[in-house]
Every structure is written in C-alpha cells, then in structure tokens.
C-alpha cells in the first residue's frame, strides 16, 4: 500500500481565496479610509491577522500587491482597446475608456498620495503612457494631432488629465462612471476641438465592446 503526503491543492486553494479576499477587502477600505490599518482591513476581509500577515508582512507589501493587480488590469485593458486601423483619436478614446474602469477600480491607490505610492503609480501607468504616445505620435504625423509638444511630453499631460478627473470624483460632486469626460479631455488636450472629441467618444461608447 502506498502512502505518502495528502495533497496540497486544498490548502492552496484556500490560501488563493484568502488573498484574494484581504486585497478587495483592501481596495475598499483603503478606498474608504487611505489610513486604515491592516487589522481593519484584516476584519473586513473575515480573515484573522495571522493570517493578512502571512500574505502580507506589512503595509508596503499590500499597497505592491494592489498596485502590481493593476498594473496586469490596465494591461488586459490595453490589449481589449487594441483596434488595428483606428483612426489616432478613435484609438485614443477607445484606450481611455478602456482603462477608466481600471483607474475607478484602483484609484484608492491615487489617494495615498506616499512618494513610494506615486512611484508605484507611475510604474503601473507606463504601458499605457507608451501607448498613448504611439497614437499620439501617430496622429502628429498624419495632422490629427496637434504638434505643439513632443508626443512623449503630451502623453504625460494627457495622463494628469486623466489622473484630475479621476481624483476629483466624490460621492459629492460629480462622477463619470464610464470615463466619457476624461477621454474627452484627453482628446481636446491633443488638439481635437471639442465638438469633434465628444463626437469621438460617443461613437466609441455605442460600439460593441469588440473591436
């Protein structure tokens, strides 16, 4: 008879489930409170602190966790935005849009407002800045855009645009759940007039989600 260790999968299983609760636990009260602390977060998670630390040593790992969760996010969301042969500013929209759900889902990662925090910001942002700066500089040559910056140096304004509009949403004031104004900022910010950049962003919003 053969005998041998139990197998693992279970535990490991557990284990997944687990981490997965701690960090939406965490993504709602960080959302809630940007100094709330790990115990808290650990009670809303319905788990013990012994076990939010096994995950998560201390504070800085959760935040890498959550940062680097949106980071692969706005990847997928990129890769879904993707339309071979989209005009700039239809390729640009559509990136905006895409990733405004990502951006609500993290964005009380832009609320800690910690150096570190920033540079994580940074760090999950430069695939999407790498892109906007393709369709920009895509569009500065085929005159959509406008040429008055280097695509680089627009793409960064593009994304604080889109990073104040984020930022600015309160239960309070206003919101844009499907990230209609900032993509049309975005567009107005590289040179599309208003009028023809909320047109824009209407026709991407009556699209199938398909390319």
Request: net charge neutral.
């Amino acid at each position: 008879m053969m005998t041998g260790s139990p197998p693992r999968l279970p535990q490991r299983s557990h284990a997944r489930s687990n981490r997965a609760r701690i960090l939406t636990a965490a993504r709602e009260e960080l959302g809630r409170d940007p100094d709330v602390s790990l115990d808290e977060i650990a009670r809303a998670a319905g788990v013990v602190r012994r076990t939010l630390y096994g995950h998560f040593p201390n504070r800085e790992a959760l935040i890498d966790a959550l940062a680097a969760e949106a980071k692969q996010s706005l990847e997928e969301a990129l890769t879904a935005a993707r339309c071979p042969g989209a005009d700039p500013p239809t390729a640009l929209a559509r990136l905006i849009l895409a990733s405004w759900a990502v951006g609500d889902r993290y964005r009380m990662l832009i609320s800690l407002h910690r150096t570190r925090t920033e540079e994580r910001i940074r760090v999950a942002l430069a695939p999407t800045r790498a892109e906007v700066t393709s369709i920009l500089e895509r569009g500065q040559r085929d005159g959509t855009f406008a040429g008055h910056l280097p695509a680089p140096v627009l793409a960064l304004a593009a994304e604080s645009v889109a990073l104040a509009v984020l930022e600015s949403e309160t239960p309070a004031d206003w919101s844009d759940p499907t990230g209609e104004a900032a993509a049309t900022a975005v567009l107005i910010a590289a040179g599309i007039d208003p009028a023809s950049a909320r047109r824009y962003v209407h026709t991407v919003l009556k699209e199938d989600t398909q390319c």
